[in-house]
Each structure stands twice: as structure tokens, then as C-alpha cells.
């Protein structure tokens, strides 16, 4: 019995170690900071994420961060489901349990002063991996909300906000729920200053041409 749970607190570990390292490569971080030599947290919101990059540089290097983020979220997804789902057959909260441990990665990059991105992207992708029920109703809302209102941030602020409720309505597991709860809330947490500037009138309208 002790070694069955030896092993599964490995799993547990490798698991967050991995997903958490997966995390820290932050797209925007890496191409401002080693091939455009420009650091995007010195420009805009200081946010990592792809839409401060955007604002910033614009370019085909925007889905070059696209891509880096999506893809980093898909591996540790898949690499959750691999070393911890199938040894246990916890399938589902494998997949919970690396998301949680990529956004931090994202969010608190160790290798980037621990100063990310809002995990929005790599958060969307979570979802995408973990079950499309979950990801058309934080996808949906976040689509409809940014195209209404041109505020990416209210409709992140969904994603963030949603996800717990729209995972629990497809599973009704609590240990699930908690997960799903620490993923939206890291979101969540991560958009703080942009309910801040939407409840004073100030936050930047999202516009296909970057700022000069």
C-alpha cells in the first residue's frame, strides 16, 4: 500500500513538474526578448501575453507566440494523460491537475522572474484538451464578449470565471471542481488590474492594427 502511494505521489510530481516547465516557455517572453532584442513587459500593460504583443509588434511573430503557447499546453495536457492518467486512471483529473501547473509555469515563469503572461491562451487550449463541452462554454462566452464589446479582458474574465461551473455541470466531481476553480481563478487573478480599468472607463478596445 505504501509503495502504491509512493508511486502515485510521484506521478503526481513528475506531472506538475513537467506541465509547470512547459509553462515557463512564455511565446511572447522568448521572441521579444531573443529575436526582436525588445522585451514586451517593458511596452504597454507590461503583461507577457499575446495581446500586449501584439499591440506592441504586431507581425507574423504574433503566431509564432500563438503557436508556442498553444502548443506548450497541448503537451502538457497530453503528457498529464500519458504519466499520470493512464498509470492511475484518473484520465480527466490528470488533465485538471497539468493544466493548473502549466498556467503557473505561464503565469510565473521561474526562468523569467517569475513575470508571465495572464495564461488566457494556454488557459483556452486547457480547456480545448479537457473536454469540448468545457471549451464551447468558456470559448463561446469569450468570443461573443470580446467580438460585442472589442474588451478581450471581459471576455477572459469569462473564460476565467466560467470554467469551474462549466466543468462542474459536465463532471460533478469535487476534486475536479477544486482544480478547475484553481485554473479559472489563476485567470481570473491575472486580469485583477483589468477589472480595475473596465469599472473606471480606461481599458484599451482591442483594434486589428497595432499601436505606432
Request: with cysteine; hydrophobic share 55%; charged share 10%.
Amino acid at each position: 500500500m505504501d509503495g502504491i502511494l509512493e508511486s502515485v505521489a510521484f506521478l503526481l510530481f513528475a506531472t506538475a513538474a513537467s506541465a509547470y516547465f512547459l509553462g515557463c516557455f512564455n511565446g511572447a517572453v522568448i521572441i521579444s526578448k531573443y529575436i526582436l532584442r525588445d522585451d514586451v513587459r517593458s511596452h504597454g500593460s507590461g503583461n507577457a501575453g499575446l495581446t500586449n504583443f501584439y499591440r506592441t509588434f504586431g507581425g507574423p511573430l504574433t503566431l509564432a507566440v500563438i503557436l508556442c503557447d498553444v502548443l506548450k499546453a497541448v503537451i502538457a495536457v497530453w503528457l498529464g494523460t500519458w504519466l499520470l492518467g493512464q498509470a492511475t486512471g484518473w484520465l480527466v483529473m490528470s488533465k485538471y491537475w497539468a493544466g493548473v501547473f502549466c498556467l503557473l509555469g505561464h503565469m510565473f515563469p521561474c526562468m523569467f522572474h517569475f513575470k508571465g503572461g495572464k495564461g488566457i491562451l494556454s488557459g483556452g487550449t486547457i480547456a480545448i484538451m479537457i473536454d469540448w463541452r468545457v471549451a464551447l462554454v468558456v470559448w463561446g462566452g469569450f468570443l461573443v464578449l470580446a467580438v460585442l464589446t472589442k474588451y478581450v479582458s471581459l471576455g477572459s474574465l469569462w473564460a476565467g470565471v466560467s470554467f469551474p461551473f462549466a466543468s462542474w455541470f459536465v463532471y460533478h466531481d469535487w476534486i475536479i471542481l477544486l482544480l478547475a476553480i484553481a485554473c479559472g481563478g489563476l485567470v481570473t487573478w491575472g486580469h485583477r488590474a483589468n477589472v480595475k480599468r473596465l469599472l473606471n472607463g480606461t481599458e484599451n478596445k482591442f483594434s486589428l492594427h497595432k499601436k505606432k
